[in-house]
């Protein structure tokens, strides 16, 4: 408060006076509360205060002041990374995520998507309530934004085109910029493969300008990302692995202990154990096996940054599948490399931004089969590209 303008602090005062019809509904009354909204709307009082207005009606929506009451499933529980590693040299607690290593297909194929986002709304009311409660026993309010690591290691082009994943991820980053604005002092995103700024461009028009400013995203130089990390957070708050001096009672650099590292997500889980149901929109191909067993889907890409996206189904077994595009200067890429998907068991879902236009090839492939042939079911489409995404067209 103290290093607040006189204009500032007059904004301040105004937009406390127009939502003090608010102040039963709302769980923190700090100053410091009301600024984050403020910031949020670059001060702008009518702006702030409609936006405060709205979440208040979303949280009364959706149940958030009582969400903490909840339970969330089993497989969130185990296989969802996230945990605790202490603080910053601001005060601010710092949470990490082996995002990686989530299976988050698996955990997408085991609960709704509105237990996801509720388990969104949980984890962060969770976290809200504990930095409330550390400010008032340390009767300082330093500590009321959070700082996240995300460690990419690990994250395959078979995770992150799965579109249910891509959907939510939109959906989340949406509401918790309208819904909890200024809670994030940082974000390290470490070991990002190239790929990930592909994904990331599809967030950047949910996201605040103030928000952007926080993220710092790094690819897989250690040196690098590891004098980051200690610029802003003492060794001794982060684990060895991650450039600090912490290890688990057992010695393990990189604390286990301390935060839920995902890991694959059992079949079992699976809210459908039984064969997929085949869609009225989608066509069927049979796929011999042994050699000369697989089917090629060629499409050509006129716009930069359109969607390819998928949905295929099998009979018979699984079934091998890539996708790949076709360079004039470096040949075939890979965009998904084959890998056998048991689409017996579970739909497959998935999509691909095209950064450039071109000619892009869907592979069904048997030949790892000797004796069973294969019915696939798909519904492949080309969607242009997300609002906000540059474009461009190919002419001739």
């Excluded at 082009?157 to 959906?171: F, I, N």
């Amino acid at each position: 408060m103290d290093q607040l303008d006189e204009e500032s602090k007059l904004a301040l005062t105004e937009f406390k006076e127009g939502v003090q019809d608010c102040a039963s509904k709302l769980l923190d009354t700090r100053d410091e509360f009301y600024l984050k909204w403020l910031v949020a709307r670059s001060y702008n009082v009518a702006e702030a205060e409609k936006m405060l207005r709205a979440s208040l009606a979303w949280r009364q929506a959706n149940g958030v002041d009582d969400i903490l009451n909840w339970t969330p499933p089993e497989v969130l529980q185990k296989y969802y990374s996230l945990g605790k590693l202490g603080h910053d040299k601001f005060n601010c607690p710092v949470y990490i995520s082996a995002q990686g290593n989530m299976d988050l297909r698996g955990i997408f194929q085991s609960i709704t998507k509105k237990d996801f986002m509720r388990f969104q709304a949980y984890t962060t009311e969770r976290i809200n309530k504990e930095m409330r409660e550390e400010s008032l026993r340390t009767g300082t309010n330093k500590n009321c934004q959070v700082v996240f690591i995300g460690d990419m290691t690990g994250l395959s082009m078979r995770q992150m085109t799965y579109k249910p994943v891509m959907d939510a991820g939109s959906e989340q980053t949406k509401v918790y910029e309208s819904n909890y604005p200024e809670n994030i002092r940082r974000m390290f995103i470490i070991n990002a493969p190239k790929i990930f700024t592909v994904i990331f461009n599809i967030m950047k028009p949910f996201l605040h300008q103030a928000t952007l400013d926080k993220i710092r995203i790094f690819g897989c130089n250690k040196e690098e990302w590891a004098a980051a990390l200690l610029e802003e957070i003492e060794a001794d708050n982060l684990p060895l692995y991650y450039g600090g001096t912490m290890v688990d009672p057992d010695g393990d650099p990189k604390c286990p202990s301390k935060f839920n590292m995902g890991g694959e997500v059992p079949y079992s889980y699976y809210l459908s154990n039984s064969a997929p149901v085949p869609k009225d929109y989608m066509e069927t191909i049979n796929i011999i096996a042994g050699a000369g067993g697989f089917k090629k889907l060629k499409y050509k890409i006129d716009v930069a940054n359109s969607i390819l996206r998928w949905e295929f189904m099998t009979e018979g077994g699984d079934i091998g599948f890539r996708v790949y595009y076709k360079s004039a200067e470096e040949g075939i890429i890979d965009l998904v490399p084959l890998s056998r998907i048991e689409s017996h068991l579970v739909t497959e879902e998935g999509q691909y931004i095209c950064e450039d236009p071109g000619k892009y090839v869907v592979v069904f492939d048997n030949t790892f089969s000797i004796l069973r042939p294969k019915k696939v079911r798909y519904y492949v489409v080309v969607d242009p590209p997300p609002p906000g995404i540059p474009t461009t067209a190919v002419v001739g």
